[in-house]
């Protein structure tokens, strides 16, 4: 089963993306901050990371330079998503593969788990 890491301040948005994933069949958990979402990542590798560029403790970007200084997330592929537009966020990182300017439909999300990761269970 594919793994993939929420991590969102919204717990809101977090608890719905995971729980729409896991209906999907995937293996989703969520983290509030990037910080709480790096130790996570570390204890469990995810196959995705879905991560929200604006948050406390760790922001979007110390998160995804964080991931990309492990080698055991070379493979990991990371969702990146904001309010605001990827011209700005694209300014402080660049090592994601998709970016998802909020909000977003969960059409997409699911497209974009899909493209990056594949289905749930191959």
Do not use: W
């Not at 910080?35 to 760790?58: E, N, R, S, T, Y």
């Not at 979007?60 to 070379?74: E, I, K, M, W």
Request: net charge negative; glycine share 6%; charged share 20%.
């Amino acid at each position: 089963m594919k793994t993939i890491l929420v991590v969102d301040d919204e717990i809101g948005t977090a608890e719905i993306v995971s729980q729409l994933l896991c209906e999907e069949g995937y293996a989703a958990t969520y983290s509030a901050n990037g910080a709480a979402g790096l130790a996570q990542a570390q204890a469990h590798v995810p196959d995705l990371v879905i991560a929200d560029f604006m948050m406390p403790v760790m922001n979007g970007a110390d998160f995804v330079q964080a991931l990309h200084a492990d080698p055991r997330f070379s493979a990991t592929k990371i969702i990146l998503n904001s309010g605001l537009p990827e011209e700005l966020v694209g300014r402080d990182t660049a090592d994601y593969h998709r970016f998802l300017r909020k909000p977003f439909p969960m059409v997409r999300l699911l497209e974009l788990v899909e493209e990056l990761i594949g289905p749930a269970t191959d």
